[in-house]
């Protein structure tokens, strides 16, 4: 298995100020994933952060919204920039290993 | 439709009954096919992991992979309230580490 951990654990933001959340791994991976998981609703990939590149977005998530920082193999951060209500989620990091996926803790946000 | 449905329960059992949790896919390229259990306030955690078609066993748990009806299947038995969580159906395709999930499926067990 992977040993995740990500900060903050929960927050509670205000509309139209960013949060940025970290992960960090316990060992040096390629790929790291960063998950949203809305209330109610399934897992989704916001995108792919690879070291040393840009991050790779899915379809309906972009760079200024959720820009991702990846200075190494064990550790990245995603920022959730000048949110709304809707972004309320808890946000999770993901990686592979094994060609199994493991998973951090969350960051549960609520944005008032 | 979305690639993977699952029904979001909740899913209400007494102690010591088999528990059958079910995901249907219509994306004929995946191959592998996971299991997570998700506890309140935590992240996903991996129970089972299957490749293909087939049944795998672990425990109390099996995991059941049929391609040919687009359908997977979680069975629990001689279920426990420690059981109670949601469980999340997962998939991807060959050569590829991104997951597809269900909605989950929320369990009780009660005593």
Known sequence: SAVISQKPSRDICQRGTSLTIQCQVDSQVTMMFWYRQQPGQSLTLI???NQGSEATYES???IDKFPISRPNLTFSTLTVSNMSPEDSS????SVPRTGRNFFGPGTRLTVL | QKEVEQDPGPLSVPEGAIVSLNCTYSNSAFQYFMW?????RKGP???MYTYSSGNKEDGRFTAQVDKSSKYISLFIRDSQPSDSATYLCAM???????LIFG???????FP
């Open chain 2, 92 to 98: 991807s395709a060959k050569n590829t580490d991104k």
């Open chain 2, 36 to 40: 997570y259990r998700q506890y309140s």
């Open chain 1, 90 to 93: 808890i946000y999770l990091c």
């Open chain 2, 103 to 109: 909605t989950g499926t929320r369990l009780q067990v």
């Open chain 1, 47 to 49: 995108a792919t952060a």
């Open chain 1, 60 to 62: 309906g998530f972009v």
């Open chain 2, 45 to 47: 955690e991996l129970l």
